[in-house]
């Protein structure tokens, strides 16, 4: 633990003031991350070095993969091109779509393939 609290709630606030610094470092002090706090750090890197986000975006959809091997190629296409908006204007979005992506793939159950945000889906 360090002197300002548990490394989670270090690292949670390093992500709502943009501190890459902190939010590095402090994430080596994690043990296992989730794929939503990877998340949140590739998002800041995608705003905050852009020259660093492509590997670290690829990183996370490999981590997404081998933690979920059910997803299908379909499920990879989407998740890539969303990740790719990260840092961009639609940052918010995209932001939304994975958080909701990592949720389901993390308490859905092995069959089935991932669907669109409830926001999304119906359309077309």
């Keep these: 633990m360090t002197a300002q609290g548990h ?6 606030r ?13 994430l ?13 750090l590739t998002a800041l890197i995608a705003q ?11 990183r996370w959809l490999q981590r997404l993969l081998e933690q979920h091997p ?7 296409v989407l998740v890539g091109s969303t990740l790719q908006a990260l840092g961009g ?7 939304a779509t994975l958080r909701a992506i ?6 859905r159950s092995q069959s089935g393939r991932l669907r669109a945000p409830a926001a ?3 359309r077309g």
């Design 7 to 12: 490394p989670r709630s270090v690292f949670q």
């Design 14 to 26: 390093a992500i709502e003031h943009g501190n890459l610094g902190v939010a590095e470092a402090t």
């Design 28 to 40: 080596r002090e994690l043990g296992r991350p989730t794929l939503v706090e990877l998340l949140e």
């Design 48 to 58: 905050r070095d852009p020259r660093r986000h492509g590997r670290v975006a690829a």
């Design 70 to 76: 059910d997803l299908t190629v379909d499920d990879a």
């Design 89 to 95: 204007r639609h940052h918010a979005y995209a932001m």
């Design 102 to 107: 990592a949720d389901e793939a993390a308490t």
């Design 120 to 122: 999304r889906r119906g």
